[in-house]
């Protein structure tokens, strides 16, 4: 008969580990520019070999991947690329300047950190790179997107993998397990099998099984790091402390409709979502106008869902300037700049084309002209402004119509669950950090009480 001792090594051997593939670098090495918290991230990111930086905007992702791509090269001697939203390249390319990088557009001559966007991914020779940074990494959302199987495939065995983004979805987790199969750790249907269960009919629906909860997010801490703030990983908030946001709801009571009943529809669905944005599109482009132009010593972003509303905004607000996905990328790219170096005031555009990445702390008022359902864009898109480094009060107006009183409801449930998941993950990165071995990693295990019964036979 087998001895408890047997019993618990045998059970050792299940334990299936995740491989470390990095190397270690000590803070003397390293960019002094770097904070303490960001050189704690970096190092880790380094260790682990790949790694994910869930950071919250503004504690600046882009001087820390651009110290995890450059120490790889110094390490390896090859070359490493970023992937990042068009917009943000340039961006990036001018932040590696100011910080001592040499950062080179994809197709430049040279070695060392070059970066392109996403839209050029068909055409890069991973084979060219020894490490692969994701800009905005929550582009791997879609699990049964296109784009993120594209990118999984293009660097399945680049050796240094990091993935950046501040906002992992809180409603769909398996955006965690798209980040967990792009870093090699685990598969998404691995994930699912052992942290998740089906909940109910709908094929696409998985929820969190209640005894597996903090054990997932302990699994998730041992690749990534989440953080809202550096006192999360125990440093101090010196300058990372943000003004007061302000969200400012303004109703528009809209004009009484044929439909049969005492009042307007009070919500809407995916269905006529679209539909009524056409409907209401005077009575909310001609109230933003109002508000902008009464306010003309202010910088404003405002946000749109319809080719039809920047139109009709540009008439109604002579310095607006539109950003739209129909133009040139070179034009597009020189516009968003532009708003960030101050050389207009009014910038109009689409939550697809600038919600990622792009620092706007010149700009604390914005307008969403559209409210849509999607909180992560939301979300991101009050990041532009909203984020460490801005100095003013920050004012988001919310175009808000008595027929879409849902869409507002749903943002709210939305970042309700986003707070949650920040609170689990980062106590999670905490005990994590707080462990003897910070850097060990195994996939999600429990410490394990053995039965009675086994007990009494074993003695």
Known sequence: ????EEYRKFLETKKTTIPESGFDVGDSDMNPHLFPFQRH???RALK????????????????????WGGQIVKRT????????????VGQTIDEGRKFGYKVARVGEPGDGIFITNYDQIPNIDASEYVGVVL???????????????????????????????????????????????????????????????????????????????????DFVSDWATMIEKPSDIG???????????????????????????????????????????RQTVDERMSRVAEIVNSRPEDNFIIWIKQDKEGDILRSLIPEAVEVRGSEKPEVKESKLLGFGRNEFRVLVTKLKIAQFGLNYQNCHNQIFASLDFSFESTYQGIRRCYRFGQTEEVNIILICTDTMHNVRETIQRKQDAFEDMQRKMTAATNRNVSAKNRFKQTRGTVEMSLPQFINSHAS
């Open 77 to 88: 001697g090859g070359k490493v690329i970023i992937i990042a939203p068009l917009a943000v």
């Open 1 to 4: 008969m087998r001895t408890i």
């Open 41 to 43: 991230c970096v190092r």
């Open 235 to 277: 440093f101090s908030d010196e300058g990372y402390i943000l003004p007061p946001l302000h969200l400012i709801e303004d109703h528009i009571e809209t004009k009484k409709r044929d439909n049969w009943a005492l009042f307007n529809d009070m919500a809407v669905n995916a269905t006529n979502y679209n539909e009524e944005l």
């Open 48 to 67: 682990c070999g790949k790694y994910a930086l869930f950071e919250n905007t503004g504690l600046g992702k882009t001087i820390q991947q651009l110290e």
């Open 135 to 217: 800009d905005e990494s929550s582009i791997l959302k879609n699990f049964d997107g296109a784009t993120k199987q594209l990118i999984i495939d293009t660097f399945k065995t680049m050796p240094y993998k990091l993935a950046c983004t501040a906002t992992p979805s809180p409603n769909d987790v398996m955006e965690l397990g798209n980040h967990a199969e792009f870093l090699d750790v685990m598969s998404r249907n691995e994930m699912l099998a052992m942290y998740f269960i089906h909940d109910g009919g709908n094929t696409s629906s998985w929820r969190l099984k209640g005894h597996c909860e903090q054990m997932f997010w």
